[in-house]
């Protein structure tokens, strides 16, 4: 009898263990979107605001400025503005910075990956945030679900604006639903037309405020952000729209119609328009006394600045994070941060700025070091013993064995260096600067030249601005395209915008035959994980 | 009883014949009453390993005890030498996510090799390898990576007895890489016309960050008991000071188990405990120090400058004085406690009833301190970890004989098992004063929001297994499992996996025709087949979208947190499964003093658990956790033994292991959700780095799909040709014909090689003459090559004058640094790793003293290889990131020098 009820109890033990509750998942430090999403400010806050939070970042390749390997180092040293030699055991990095400088990039190089993963990494973010708003929109009124969709929408926009620009012909995704059966890309005037269209849209619903000051909108695409991209858009138009860049054809920009605010302008038309709606936000833009106040480690109330990653170690992760890898390691360890010894001017950039001649602009020593360094008013002695010196136009792509290896190049100096850096400099205050008014003049000066019109007034207003501030004469320019063009180059040196100006003034490639460089290579790894994606021309 | 198990290593009771006393074994037993006990178990197929310590050389841990033993089981050092962490590896890699570690079993209790380190060598009695499918039925899914059953001594029967072991030796390094000494650094700079950083010093900083090691081992276990109860406890405390400065380890563990009899030994009490409290001083980054040991400049003096810092050397940024990077401070606080209690109760008519339970408590403390001078501002980082494992079983076995002619065995279990791990992490900057250490957080001045966090995870598992085997006139047996594992990890629809094993064994030498063959001991064929699930290594609610905290904006003027997905979440997440077939036999002669086993298995494994590259667009992340891929291993596993020579004064044994083994990755490409994913052709495992070394084609190991997972692809270099100012590069062949040198992936690069040795050997000799005994133990590894990453770097003249290089370097005049097969290298060796020479005293039976032993012993005594780095002793064997590449990290090479003393009452 005992012996039987203790075969049962087993039995009936063994039988009843599993029950289903003991299996399922109960999550704890994470949460499901229900738990999180239960008022409209949550809902502002993670499906808005959130995206923020990833315009920038602490993570190498990431953000659309501020760490290296990404968009930043595709739009500087594949331009002929700057380069980062091969400094003996430094710098060859598996030929990473010889293949931007030289344009023999492949498939599979670094920063193209890094780069087409983060911008749809964050497209992927906007279409979920979409969602989420779709999803819980009884939380919302009407105007705020109008806000919302319309500043996410923005963001996207903005993210495709990027992709049109380094990869031309890419899929366009709007879903969270999207299966990988059905991401095909668009032609790069189908990708322009969309992001148009979707910034035309959200327009009405951005709020006319600056973004680049403390406040609600800090950091925040509002209604001129937006209208800064409509400008970069408009302006590049005849690149952006052009199906075919190795024919050596694109279309006039007096022939492009845009759609702007339900009028048809020309791109050169439009490219006014917006810079005028810029000129007369409530946001209330004007330049700066001195481009410094731009980057000066306490930017947020630089009047000039539209957009900025803010950087603040208490509130974002974002860093300043290996971005111009400029100084020498002895000299930024003077300034207390991190130096890699690595980018500076090239020579072709030392030729415009005039460097060494009677001409040369008073700008250069306010965005380069060269020659003797001081820092507290003392030369830095290097190990060596030798007094650290510059020496810009010892600069040459492989530097190895040189006497100058480690100190050819003029250096980085255009964000003021933060005394109350922390982290090597990566925590720095100056907010980094991604669109500024002196572009919007300089846009519009272009525009209006490309339309036949003078633009003279906005060229002076940027190029004189520095001189006068320093009380220094300056040789008067006609705002030629070309002058424009060199000026563009000058005034937004280390901005990130050279390689797009190369491009659009037909400075890129010399050869017919590497007109394909003008866009990168789909990223190996995009095409290999889908099959359907078609490499750009010239790197199949 | 024979239950569905592999086979008897022979071998290793081969080692254990010559037989001195054991450590500290309560019932001493003699060579004959050992050798009859292990020819009963013969029935029984698995490789057991007899652990006699006082045989071998110093060891720094339990799972040494394994290294070179037995086929099939690859024991890597330098996983963290300061925590005397190994990694262990049972037939290969399984699983390409993590769940290659093999289960642990403590007497009956799930554990991990972590905790097995911390075990005292000398309370372990036996280790069992379970290796292939119908072996570890028994523990299904959690013993997909293989089963380390350990049994640890317990008391017995017998007088009270008592026993101390103990050990202590010296640690010395005695080979370095030949850097240039501060004379040649300074006379190749200024034969090159380089100017130079000249401090006037002569430093070896190879040296400069060495001491002379330390290690000791004490313990002392006692034990008793009669018919009704015994016992057994255990204290021991071990310390390894290694011979890196300020980098060692010191552990102490407590063990007690206690047996109880009751109802006419019809119920069996079996409780235990086990604690263990270690403290670990690990260096920060092992590649950074050893970089710089090898390439700082040799003209700085290794003192403290006036702040107290080191002086660094700026324009070497990859590398730093090599002393301020002694002074990170990672320290580990760790502790363990488990218990179990085995209740085993005979009910009559052949049925036994076995409950068990077992609960383990581990929890860990991290304290890293980076001072001012190292890390711009200094840092400190404190963090805590706490896991909670519980696990139930109950099982009912029935057995029955009738007459020898026919054995039937059944069982049917169910098992439940809960692990909870939670941790939290806290980091604080910008320093006021170095002189606290990490000892007050409050020192620092700033806490960033992703500085700090805390987790919590919970994973469950629940296992309904049943059990028949069938033996037949003593000959023909069979046995058959059927087992159903559900794991919380898994989606909601894809819980249960259900995982069936066989296996057949003929016992020839029972048959009529061989029974009577005097000369032949045994001779057995098994076979066996198993489908196993997996799903170790797998972090819970990975199926789930989960909002996680992301990081902080700001919304109005003050810092919000906003959460966001932290990874694609795989609502389809099931088992990772692997079909195993395996054919062995057994054979040995001369009452088993030649003995000789083979073993063949293939596994085939499918639904490969990895994190897929996934195309973005559509995904929002570019890695998933998905079931895709297919994978296969296969081995042939030999053992021999041969008691040479056995009279009364001399005892010769040698036992030879060899494995080969290999594997191919088939493919990474399958279906999710009715899209065909296809993964990259090629994806690095491992790179080299360093100055001028970041990215770019800098990748070395890869894992391509139709080969062996971590294969060498790489350019492949014809020769050193001029660069024109007197140096030399490496001229890459154009693989393609392409008439471009693209020295990215799927460019000019070919697969020349794997990381993983084709061959494995482990060998022990033993001698005994009278009472002094001399053994040896020989391993080695065949057909892998290593990436000699250190040569790329120091044998680049153009690293001068910031990093220092090797000698030679200016004869060769290299002055490149791209990756090619220049430096690719045969990886075989053969490593002495002990000799030991002991001596017992020849106690009598009367004798107070029972057992007395004395014995001297050199690990790593040396290493015969064509290698031309430091060591070919590296990770050839685990994924990850150091697989196959010898990259400036390597530890010095170091003898141990160790006396010890063993002795019973």
């Known amino acids: 009898m005992g012996k039987r009820y203790i075969v049962f109890l087993v039995v009936g033990a063994i039988l009843a263990m599993p029950s289903c509750n003991f299996l399922n998942e109960e999550p704890h430090s994470g949460q499901p979107t229900e738990a999180v999403i239960t008022s409209a400010a949550a809902l502002r806050l993670q499906a808005v605001l959130s995206l923020y939070d990833l315009i920038g970042s602490d993570k190498d390749g990431k953000g659309l400025q501020g760490t290296y390997r990404g968009i930043y180092d595709l739009q500087t040293f594949a331009s002929n503005e700057a380069i980062i030699p091969v400094r003996g055991g430094d710098w060859y990095d598996g030929g990473l910075w010889v293949d931007l400088h030289e344009h023999t990039w492949a498939a599979d190089n670094e920063c193209c990956e890094n780069a087409w993963m983060y911008l749809y990494g964050l497209i992927g973010r906007c279409n979920r945030s979409l969602a989420l708003i779709a999803q819980y929109s009884q939380l919302l009124t009407d105007e705020q679900r109008t806000a919302y969709e319309a500043e996410v929408r ?145 930017n947020e109330n630089a009047t000039e600045n539209i957009f900025t990653i803010p950087i603040d170690p208490i509130v974002y992760k974002n860093r300043f994070k290996n971005l111009f890898r400029s100084l020498h390691y002895q000299h930024a360890a003077a300034l207390g941060l991190g130096g890699e010894n690595g980018s500076c001017a090239t020579q072709e950039t030392l030729d415009v700025f005039g460097y060494g001649t009677n001409k040369q602009d008073c700008r250069f020593n306010l965005f380069f070091f060269s020659g003797m360094v001081k820092v507290n008013g003392e030369p830095l002695i290097l190990s060596s013993g030798d007094t650290l010196v510059y020496y810009p136009r010892e600069v040459q792509m492989v530097l190895t064995g040189s006497p100058y290896v480690a100190t050819a190049g003029a250096r980085m100096r255009k964000y003021e260096y933060d005394p109350a850096a922390i982290f090597d400099g990566q925590l720095q205050n100056n907010d980094i600067v991604l669109y500024r008014l002196a572009d919007v003049y300089l846009m519009m000066a272009e525009a209006k030249v490309r339309q036949g019109q003078s633009g003279q007034d906005e060229f002076d207003g940027v190029r004189i601005r520095e001189a006068l501030a320093l009380g220094v004469e300056v040789e008067a320019r006609v705002a030629t395209l070309e002058n424009i063009y060199y000026e563009r180059w000058i005034e937004l040196m280390w901005e990130g915008w050279h390689r797009q100006d190369m491009i659009r003034f037909d400075r890129y490639v010399e050869d017919a035959t590497d007109r394909y460089q003008k866009v990168f290579p789909i990223p190996q790894t995009a095409i290999q994980t889908n099959t359907r994606l078609q490499q750009n021309k010239g790197y199949e | 009883m024979g239950t569905m198990r592999g086979k008897t290593l022979i071998l290793s009771l081969l080692w254990v014949m010559p037989l001195m006393a054991m450590p500290d074994s309560i019932a001493v037993e003699t060579p004959a009453a050992l050798l009859a006990a292990q020819l009963n178990q013969l029935e029984t197929l698995t490789d057991t390993l007899k652990v006699e310590t006082s045989k071998r050389g110093y060891l720094v841990n339990a799972i040494d005890v394994l290294s070179g033993q037995t086929a099939g089981v ?193 119920l069996q009490f079996d409780v235990g405990l086990f604690g263990a409290v270690g403290h670990t001083q690990s260096i920060n980054d092992v590649q ?275 959460l966001g997905l932290t990874r694609n979440a795989n609502p389809n997440l099931t088992w990772e499964k692997t079909h195993t077939a395996n054919v062995g036999l057994e054979f040995g002669v001369w009452k088993n003093r030649f003995v000789f086993t083979a073993d063949y298995y293939y596994s085939h494994i499918y639904d490969m658990l990895y994190s897929y590259q996934v195309p973005v667009p559509p995904f929002v992340f570019d890695k998933m956790l998905a079931n895709l891929g297919k994978m296969e291993n296969q081995g042939l596993e030999f053992g021999f033994g041969l008691a040479a020579v056995q009279t009364k004064d001399w005892d010769l044994n040698i036992g030879l292991n060899l494995t080969w083994q290999a594997n191919k990755l088939i493919t990474l490409n399958g279906w999710y959700e009715g899209q065909y994913l296809t993964a990259p052709q090629y994806t690095p495992i491992a790179s080299v780095s360093g100055a001028g070394l970041h990215g770019g084609n800098t990748d070395v190991v890869y894992q391509i799909q139709g080969q062996p997972l971590g294969v060498f692809y790489l350019p492949h270099c014809t020769g050193l040709v001029p660069t024109g100012n007197g140096d030399y590069e490496y001229e890459i062949e154009d693989l393609d014909e392409d008439g471009l040198i693209d020295l990215s992936d799927g460019g000019d690069r070919r697969v020349c090689g794997q990381a993983t040795p084709k061959v494995l050997l482990g060998s022990n000799i033993s001698v005994r003459y009278k009472q002094f005994d001399l053994s040896v133990q020989l391993n080695g590894a065949f057909g892998h090559k290593i990436y000699n990453g250190s040569s790329l770097s120091y044998m680049n003249i153009g690293s001068l004058p910031y990093y220092n290089a090797m000698r030679g370097a200016e004869t060769k005049r290299i002055n490149d640094l791209t990756v090619t097969d220049y430096w690719l290298e045969n990886g075989d060796y053969l490593n002495i790793d002990y000799v030991t020479l002991g001596w017992t005293l020849p106690c009598k039976e009367h004798w107070k003293l029972r057992t007395l032993r004395l014995s001297l012993s050199v690990n790593n005594v040396a290493t015969i290889t064509g290698y031309s780095g430091l060591t070919p002793m590296i990770n050839s064997t685990v994924i990850s990131s150091t697989m196959g590449v010898d990259d400036k990290r390597s530890y010095p090479v170091s003898r141990t020098y160790s006396f010890s003393l063993q002795i019973q009452f």
């Open chain 1, 154 to 298: 923005a963001v996207r926009a903005m993210c495709y604006t990027y992709l049109l620009d380094l990869f031309a012909r890419v899929p366009i995704v709007t879903s969270t639903e999207t299966e990988v059966k059905d991401i095909a890309q668009s032609e790069r005037s189908e990708v322009f037309a969309f992001i148009w269209n979707e910034l035309q849209q959200s327009l009405p619903s951005l709020p006319d405020v600056r973004s680049n000051s403390r406040g609600e909108y800090y950091g925040r695409v509002t209604k001129p952000v937006a209208l800064f991209l409509l400008m970069k858009l408009a302006l590049n138009a005849e690149v952006w729209t052009d199906d075919d860049w190795t024919d050596g054809v694109r279309p006039d920009g007096k022939d492009i119609q845009l759609s702007c605010d339900g009028v048809s302008l020309n791109a050169w038309q439009a490219v006014v328009y917006y810079g005028d709606a810029i000129l007369n936000s409530e946001a209330n833009y004007w330049l700066c006394t001195s481009v410094r106040e731009c980057f000066a480690a306490y």
């Open chain 2, 74 to 266: 690859t024991v890597g050092s330098n996983t963290n030498p300061e925590a005397m962490l190994s990694s262990v590896r049972v037939r290969g890699n399984h699983s390409l996510t993590g769940g290659n570690e093999p289960l642990v079993i403590i007497d009956g209790m799930s554990s991990d090799l972590r905790t097995l380190a911390t075990v005292y060598p000398g309370d372990i009695e036996s280790f069992t390898i379970l290796k292939d499918a119908a072996q570890t039925a028994q523990y299904g899914a959690r013993g997909a990576a293989g089963v380390i059953e350990v049994r640890t001594r317990r008391g017995a029967e017998g007088k009270f007895s008592i026993s101390y072991a103990g050990d202590a030796g010296f640690v010395h390094a005695d080979h370095f890489l030949p850097m240039y000494s501060a004379a040649e650094y300074r006379q190749v700079t200024t034969d090159r016309g380089l100017s130079i950083a000249d401090l006037g010093a002569n430093t070896d900083w190879q040296r400069a960050i060495l001491r002379t090691g330390f290690v000791q081992n004490h313990h002392i276990a006692l034990g008793g008991g009669n018919d009704q109860t015994n016992y057994r406890a255990s204290l021991s405390y071990s310390q390894n000071n290694s011979v890196i400065r300020e980098m060692g380890m010191r552990n102490f563990t407590a063990k007690v188990d206690v047996t109880q009899y009751a109802l006419n030994k019809r």
């Open chain 2, 288 to 562: 950074k120090l050893f970089y710089s040991a090898a390439a700082f400049n040799p003209t700085y003096s290794t003192g403290r400058n006036a702040s107290g810092g080191y002086d660094g050397y700026p324009d070497a940024s990859q590398i730093n004085n090599p002393l301020a990077l002694l002074d990170i401070q990672k320290h580990n606080d760790a502790m363990h406690f488990n218990t179990h209690l085995r209740l085993t109760g005979d009910i009559g008519y052949g049925l036994q009833v076995i409950g068990y339970g077992s609960y383990s408590y581990d929890a860990d403390e991290d304290s890293h301190f980076w001072p001012t001078y190292i890390e711009s501002t200094g840092k400190i980082y404190r963090g805590a970890g706490k896991a909670h494992v519980w696990l139930a079983n109950v099982q009912l076995k029935y057995s029955h004989d009738w007459n020898h002619q026919h054995k039937l065995e059944a069982m049917v279990m169910a098992e439940m098992q809960g692990r909870t791990t939670s941790g939290f992490h806290t980091t604080v900057n910008r320093l006021a004063s170095n002189a606290f250490g990490y000892n007050n957080l409050a020192i620092g001045a700033l806490r960033l929001w992703d500085g700090t966090g805390s987790s919590l995870e919970q994973q469950r598992m629940v296992s309904l297994m049943a059990q028949v085997g069938y033996t037949a006139l003593e000959r023909y047996s069979i046995h058959v499992t059927t087992r159903g594992d559900a794991s919380s990890v898994a989606s909601a629809n894809h819980k249960w996996g259900f995982f069936p094993s066989a296996s057949l064994s003929w016992n020839m030498k029972k048959e009529p025709w061989l029974r009577d063959e005097a000369w032949l001991t045994r001779l057995q064929l098994s076979a066996g087949y198993g489908l196993s699930g997996n799903m170790g290594g797998i972090a819970a609610y990975q199926s789930l979208e989960l909002m996680m905290p992301t990081g902080s904006v700001q919304s109005d003027g003050l810092p919000e947190v906003v």
